[in-house]
Nanobody, 126 residues
Framework: QVQLVESGGGFLQAGASLRLSCAAS????????MGWFRQAPGKERVFVAH????????YYADSVKGRFTIARDNAKNTIYLQMNSLKPEDTAVYYC???????????????????WGQGTQVTVSS
């Protein structure tokens, strides 16, 4: 059974840093692009960051560019999201996702990802 499990969420003050992890099990994702999305209460799930299979190419939403960093450790079948200078508007449930399908795709679209984690809550107070 394929699973993506996020961890590392919490309650923080504005300006703090946090690192989220997403561990994959059931199969290896070392050849697959992966991404982070977030969903605030009452809002749609939106793109945060994307990483290609070897970590050599990354892509970020404008709202997090320069503050967040996506990385992966294929030996551990895990991706990370380092979040710095957190703002109250970063408050959301954060989800990791993996794409299994070959071919071109739009990294920021949630529809191109095949597996999703259950999410981890990040709350940033002002």
């Amino acid at each position: 059974q394929v699973q993506l499990v996020e961890s590392g969420g919490g309650f923080l003050q504005a300006g703090a840093s946090l690192r989220l992890s997403c561990a994959a099990s059931g199969r290896t994702f070392s050849s697959n692009p992966m991404g982070w999305f977030r969903q605030a209460p009452g809002k749609e799930r939106v793109f945060v960051a994307h990483i290609n299979w070897d970590g050599g190419d990354t892509y970020y939403a404008d709202s997090v560019k320069g503050r967040f960093t996506i990385a992966r450790d294929n030996a551990k079948n895990t991706i990370y999201l380092q979040m710095n200078s957190l703002k109250p508007e970063d408050t959301a449930v954060y989800y990791c996702a993996a794409r299994m399908t070959r071919g071109s795709y739009l990294p920021s679209s949630p529809r191109v990802y095949d597996y999703w984690g259950q999410g981890t809550q990040v709350t940033v107070s002002s």
